[in-house]
């Protein structure tokens, strides 16, 4: 059963903390995406990687950066943690290219920063 | 801009009763079109995806969507919803079909079932 798994499932900072969120696929995948979720919003790409150290902006990356050192794992961090920060942070795994763009998700980390 | 947009943002229908819940897009050419699922506490789930060819797309759990060219929709249906449908709902293009697989959500519609 393909998996893909996040660090966290809850998890509360305090402003101005870094923070890392972690996330590790099986599925030998190509493409990993963070993405975080806001009611009424949806959810927004934060950043993305199609490759062991390759990434790109999403269309929300300030405040974040991204690491992919290997192939199964991409860590989301947040080097200083502030209140509108608070959100659902889903991440997403799919191989590359064409008919198999289908994405797959983890259950999320709600992350609360007080 | 390019956007996908799923007007409804509650719907309530009641156990047995059919389903249809919008999806919109703006895109020149014909997109991948995908549903996915979304149960409380959980991660998104795969419904069913359309790339090209027949427009009627059947899914998991009953669902199917049907692409509309000339509307620029993808309208997911169901017959007969059950209390276990109840769950929130995002439509997703992908108009690049390219390497990255990026794809741009929906805002999502959130489904409550009445007994």
């Known amino acids: 059963d393909v998996k893909v798994t996040q660090s966290s499932r809850y998890l509360v900072k305090r402003t101005g903390e870094k923070v890392f969120l972690e996330c590790v696929q099986d599925m030998d995948h190509e493409n990993m995406f963070w993405y975080r979720q806001d009611p009424g919003l949806g959810l927004r790409l934060i950043y993305f990687?199609?490759?062991?150290?390759?990434?790109e902006k999403g269309d929300i990356p300030e405040g974040y950066s991204v690491s992919r050192e290997k192939k199964e794992r991409f860590s989301l961090i947040l080097e200083s943690a502030s209140t509108n920060q608070t959100s659902m942070y889903l991440c997403?795994?799919?191989?590359?290219?064409?008919?198999?763009?289908?994405?797959?998700f983890g259950p999320g980390t709600r992350l609360t920063v007080l | 801009a390019q956007s996908v947009t799923q007007p409804d943002i509650h719907i309530t229908v009641s156990e047995g009763a059919s389903l249809e819940l919008r999806c919109n897009y703006s895109y020149g050419a014909t997109p991948y079109l995908f549903w996915y699922v979304q149960s409380p506490g959980q991660g998104l789930q795969l419904l069913l995806k359309?790339?090209?060819?027949?427009?009627l797309v059947q899914g998991i759990k009953g669902f199917e969507a049907e692409f509309k060219r000339s509307q620029s929709s993808f309208n997911l249906r169901k017959p007969s919803v059950h209390w276990s449908d109840a769950a929130e709902y995002f439509c997703a293009v992908d108009h690049l079909g390219g390497a990255t697989n990026k794809l741009i959500f929906g805002t999502g519609t959130l489904l409550a079932v009445q007994p």
């Open positions: 990687s199609y490759d062991v150290k390759m990434k």
């Open positions: 997403a795994s799919s191989l590359a290219g064409g008919l198999n763009n289908e994405q797959f």
């Open positions: 359309y790339f090209s060819g027949d427009t």
